[in-house]
């Protein structure tokens, strides 16, 4: 899992301008000549590796908690996307410490596959 997170930690600081274009304007970037497909397709697969890895660990109801969550509340407290995305990496760190923290202090008991 640590190999999936680098992987796509790596791919996205790489290509954040890239992504960012065609996640936002695919016209503009197809004009100024970025590859469109390519990155849509590879921002797809990025995002499904990551579900899929998550799921196995969580489930599906918080993965698809983790992933709606915290980057709607970063929209709230940012106007761009570098400090958007840190204050959800942020908020999803701290959901899923206070989770664990809480399941443990409940002493709720919970298997991972």
């Not at 942020?90 to 410490?97: G, N």
Request: proline fraction near 3%; include cysteine.
């Amino acid at each position: 899992m640590s190999l999936l997170d680098g992987l796509v930690l790596t791919i996205t600081v790489l290509l954040f301008k890239e992504l960012q274009a065609v996640s936002f304007d695919e016209e503009f970037s197809e004009v100024v000549g970025a590859p469109v497909n390519s990155m849509f397709y590879l921002l797809m697969v990025l995002t499904a590796l990551t579900v899929v890895v998550l799921i196995r660990m969580v489930g599906v109801i918080l993965v698809i908690a983790l992933l709606t969550i915290p980057a709607a509340t970063a929209r709230q407290w940012a106007q761009n996307l570098p400090r958007m995305m840190a204050i959800g990496v942020c908020l999803s760190a701290v959901y899923a410490t206070a989770g664990l923290f809480l399941s443990w202090w409940l002493s709720i008991q919970f298997q991972v596959d």
